[in-house]
C-alpha cells in the first residue's frame, strides 16, 4: 500500500482507473471539470490523450491496432490543444457551450476505456500469457475501442462545425486538415446518438427520453427519464448502484456507448429490473480463449488482493494460507477487473463474505517502465465503483497508511467496506474469512478503532 498524500477526490472528474497505468497525468486531470466549461472539459481529455499518445509511444512493440488508436488519439489531441492555450488569441463564442463540452466529455469517457484495455493487453505480454492463448478477444475489444474513438472523433468536429465555436483560424485549419485525412472519419447522421444501442427497447428510449441527436445526458437528468420510462419504483440506491455501472468514469453522464455495454445482450427493462433486484448479469457461457485469458481454478476460503507492492505483504499472505485461504494477487485497477470479467461465474456463486473478500490499497504506486511510475490517487475508490457497479456484494477492505487515511472518507458510500492502518483488523479480516463467517462486521465504516 502507498502512503503519498493525494488532493482530495472531487466527483465528476476524469482521474480514473485507466490512467493509472500511464505516464504522470496533466495536473488538470485532479481539478473539477465544469459541465458547462468547454474550455475546462477540453484541457483535461487532451491531457488524457497526451498519456495515452506518450504511453503508446514507449512500447516495444504493437499491434497494427494500437497504431491506429494511437493515430486517432493523437487527431484529437491536435484538435483540444489550443483549448489549453492559456490567455491565448483562441475567440470563444457563447453559443453552444453545453453541447460541445457534452461532445468533448462522449470523447472523455472513449479515451477513458482504451487505457485499461491497453494496460491488460501489456499485462498479457509480459507475463507470456500470450504466447500461449489466442489474443483474439483483447485485439477485437481494441478494435471496438478505436472504432469508438474514431466516432467520437466524427461527432466532436460535427459538433465544432455546427456550433462554430471558435473563429480562431488555426482551430479551424486544424479540423479541416483531419476532415480532409486519409484516414476516412465514420459518417455521423441524424440518429448518432442511437449508433451503439442494438435492442429496440433502449433504442425508443434514447430516441423518445433523451434525444436522437443527443449523445450525452447528465445522470440526474437520465435517470429522472429513465424512472418515467420505467413506470417508477426505482431507488435511490438502485439509481446509484445504476450509475456506477453506466457512469463508470464519473465523467458525470451517461452516453449510448456506456448504455450499450451495460447492457449487452440485455433489453433494457430487464436491465432496470436485474438492479431493482440486486441480481448480478449471469456470464454467457465463455468459449475458450473468448476472455482475456487470465480464468484459474479457484476454491474458496478466497482472498483477492490488489496492491502494487505485493512483496509487502509476505507475511499477510502467508498467514491466510496457512489457514487454508486461496490467495490471488493483482497489482492494477485494469488487470484486477479483467481477472474478474473472466471469473465471475465462480465469484458470483460464491458472492458472501463467508467465501470471497478483497483487499485493496487505497493509492497504488503504478509503473509504466522501470524508470517511470506516479501516484493512482483514486485507486481504491475506482475498484469499489467497479465492483458495486456490477453488484458484487463480497466484503472489501481498504488497507492504507496514515498519510492517505483522509482521502478514505469514501469507504462510507459502500456497502460492507471498511479502511484501515492496522494490522490487527487485516489480520481479523482474513481471520472472518478463513472461519467463514459472514457477521464479522465491526471494521466496517471509517472507524477510529480501525486506525
Given at each position: 500500500m502507498s502512503g503519498a498524500v493525494p488532493n482530495p477526490s472531487r466527483p465528476h472528474s476524469f482521474l480514473r482507473p485507466c490512467l493509472a497505468d500511464l505516464p504522470p497525468p496533466h495536473r488538470a486531470l485532479y481539478e473539477i471539470v465544469s459541465a458547462m466549461d468547454p474550455v475546462s472539459t477540453a484541457i483535461t481529455v487532451f491531457s488524457i490523450c497526451k498519456a495515452i499518445h506518450d504511453w503508446i509511444d514507449q512500447l516495444s512493440q504493437r499491434e497494427i491496432v494500437i497504431q491506429e488508436i494511437s493515430t486517432t488519439v493523437t487527431q484529437i489531441r491536435d484538435i483540444l490543444e489550443p483549448f489549453t492555450t492559456v490567455g491565448g488569441d483562441l475567440n470563444l463564442g457563447g453559443i453552444g457551450e453545453l453541447q460541445l463540452s457534452q461532445s468533448i466529455r462522449g470523447v472523455g469517457d472513449a479515451l477513458e476505456k482504451t487505457p485499461e484495455h491497453l494496460m491488460?493487453?501489456?499485462?498479457?505480454?509480459?507475463?507470456?500469457?500470450?504466447?500461449?492463448?489466442?489474443?483474439?478477444?483483447?485485439?477485437?475489444?481494441?478494435?471496438?475501442d478505436e472504432r469508438k474513438l474514431c466516432r467520437q472523433l466524427s461527432i466532436l468536429l460535427t459538433s465544432l462545425a455546427v456550433v462554430g465555436y471558435f473563429q480562431d483560424r488555426t482551430l479551424r485549419g486544424m479540423v479541416a486538415g483531419i476532415q480532409n485525412s486519409s484516414k476516412p472519419l465514420p459518417e455521423v447522421d441524424d440518429t448518432n446518438s442511437v449508433y451503439t444501442l442494438k435492442d429496440k427497447e433502449s433504442v425508443d428510449f434514447w430516441k423518445d427520453y433523451v434525444g436522437a441527436k443527443i449523445d450525452f445526458i447528465s445522470e440526474d437528468l437520465f435517470l429522472t427519464r429513465l424512472n418515467t420510462w420505467h413506470g417508477g419504483g426505482i431507488s435511490t440506491k438502485t439509481s446509484r448502484l445504476m450509475l456506477m455501472r453506466l457512469d463508470e468514469f464519473n465523467i458525470g453522464g451517461v452516453t449510448p456507448d456506456n448504455l450499450s455495454v451495460a447492457l449487452g445482450e440485455e433489453g433494457l427493462k430487464e436491465f432496470v429490473d436485474r438492479y431493482i433486484q440486486g441480481k448480478p448479469k449471469r456470464p454467457s457461457a465463455v468459449k475458450k480463449n473468448d476472455g482475456y485469458g487470465l480464468q484459474m481454478i479457484l476454491t474458496v476460503p478466497l482472498l483477492v488482493w490488489i496492491d502494487d507492492e505485493p512483496e509487502n505483504h509476505e507475511y499477510n499472505v502467508a498467514f491466510a494460507r496457512e489457514l487454508g485461504i486461496q490467495v490471488v494477487q493483482l497489482t492494477s485497477t485494469a488487470v484486477a477487473k479483467a481477472w474478474i470479467e473472466d471469473n465471475a461465474a465462480f465469484l458470483q456463486q460464491n458472492d458472501d463474505g463467508s467465501s470471497v473478500r478483497f483487499i485493496t490499497d487505497n493509492t497504488r504506486m503504478e509503473y509504466t517502465s522501470e524508470k517511470q511510475a506516479f501516484m493512482n490517487y483514486s485507486a481504491g475508490r475506482t475498484f469499489l465503483q467497479y465492483l458495486r457497479g456490477h453488484l458484487y456484494k463480497a466484503p472489501v477492505l481498504v488497507a492504507t497508511t496514515p498519510r492517505s487515511l483522509k482521502t478514505a472518507r469514501y469507504v462510507e458510500l459502500y456497502d460492507s467496506v471498511g479502511v484501515t492502518t492496522n494490522l490487527d483488523v487485516l489480520l481479523y479480516f482474513i481471520r472472518g474469512l478463513a472461519d467463514r463467517r459472514s457477521d464479522d462486521v465491526w471494521w466496517i465504516g471509517y472507524k477510529e478503532e480501525n486506525f
Amino acid at each position: 500500500m502507498s502512503g503519498a498524500v493525494p488532493n482530495p477526490s472531487r466527483p465528476h472528474s476524469f482521474l480514473r482507473p485507466c490512467l493509472a497505468d500511464l505516464p504522470p497525468p496533466h495536473r488538470a486531470l485532479y481539478e473539477i471539470v465544469s459541465a458547462m466549461d468547454p474550455v475546462s472539459t477540453a484541457i483535461t481529455v487532451f491531457s488524457i490523450c497526451k498519456a495515452i499518445h506518450d504511453w503508446i509511444d514507449q512500447l516495444s512493440q504493437r499491434e497494427i491496432v494500437i497504431q491506429e488508436i494511437s493515430t486517432t488519439v493523437t487527431q484529437i489531441r491536435d484538435i483540444l490543444e489550443p483549448f489549453t492555450t492559456v490567455g491565448g488569441d483562441l475567440n470563444l463564442g457563447g453559443i453552444g457551450e453545453l453541447q460541445l463540452s457534452q461532445s468533448i466529455r462522449g470523447v472523455g469517457d472513449a479515451l477513458e476505456k482504451t487505457p485499461e484495455h491497453l494496460m491488460v493487453w501489456k499485462y498479457k505480454k509480459s507475463q507470456r500469457i500470450l504466447s500461449f492463448l489466442n489474443p483474439g478477444a483483447l485485439i477485437k475489444q481494441l478494435e471496438d475501442d478505436e472504432r469508438k474513438l474514431c466516432r467520437q472523433l466524427s461527432i466532436l468536429l460535427t459538433s465544432l462545425a455546427v456550433v462554430g465555436y471558435f473563429q480562431d483560424r488555426t482551430l479551424r485549419g486544424m479540423v479541416a486538415g483531419i476532415q480532409n485525412s486519409s484516414k476516412p472519419l465514420p459518417e455521423v447522421d441524424d440518429t448518432n446518438s442511437v449508433y451503439t444501442l442494438k435492442d429496440k427497447e433502449s433504442v425508443d428510449f434514447w430516441k423518445d427520453y433523451v434525444g436522437a441527436k443527443i449523445d450525452f445526458i447528465s445522470e440526474d437528468l437520465f435517470l429522472t427519464r429513465l424512472n418515467t420510462w420505467h413506470g417508477g419504483g426505482i431507488s435511490t440506491k438502485t439509481s446509484r448502484l445504476m450509475l456506477m455501472r453506466l457512469d463508470e468514469f464519473n465523467i458525470g453522464g451517461v452516453t449510448p456507448d456506456n448504455l450499450s455495454v451495460a447492457l449487452g445482450e440485455e433489453g433494457l427493462k430487464e436491465f432496470v429490473d436485474r438492479y431493482i433486484q440486486g441480481k448480478p448479469k449471469r456470464p454467457s457461457a465463455v468459449k475458450k480463449n473468448d476472455g482475456y485469458g487470465l480464468q484459474m481454478i479457484l476454491t474458496v476460503p478466497l482472498l483477492v488482493w490488489i496492491d502494487d507492492e505485493p512483496e509487502n505483504h509476505e507475511y499477510n499472505v502467508a498467514f491466510a494460507r496457512e489457514l487454508g485461504i486461496q490467495v490471488v494477487q493483482l497489482t492494477s485497477t485494469a488487470v484486477a477487473k479483467a481477472w474478474i470479467e473472466d471469473n465471475a461465474a465462480f465469484l458470483q456463486q460464491n458472492d458472501d463474505g463467508s467465501s470471497v473478500r478483497f483487499i485493496t490499497d487505497n493509492t497504488r504506486m503504478e509503473y509504466t517502465s522501470e524508470k517511470q511510475a506516479f501516484m493512482n490517487y483514486s485507486a481504491g475508490r475506482t475498484f469499489l465503483q467497479y465492483l458495486r457497479g456490477h453488484l458484487y456484494k463480497a466484503p472489501v477492505l481498504v488497507a492504507t497508511t496514515p498519510r492517505s487515511l483522509k482521502t478514505a472518507r469514501y469507504v462510507e458510500l459502500y456497502d460492507s467496506v471498511g479502511v484501515t492502518t492496522n494490522l490487527d483488523v487485516l489480520l481479523y479480516f482474513i481471520r472472518g474469512l478463513a472461519d467463514r463467517r459472514s457477521d464479522d462486521v465491526w471494521w466496517i465504516g471509517y472507524k477510529e478503532e480501525n486506525f
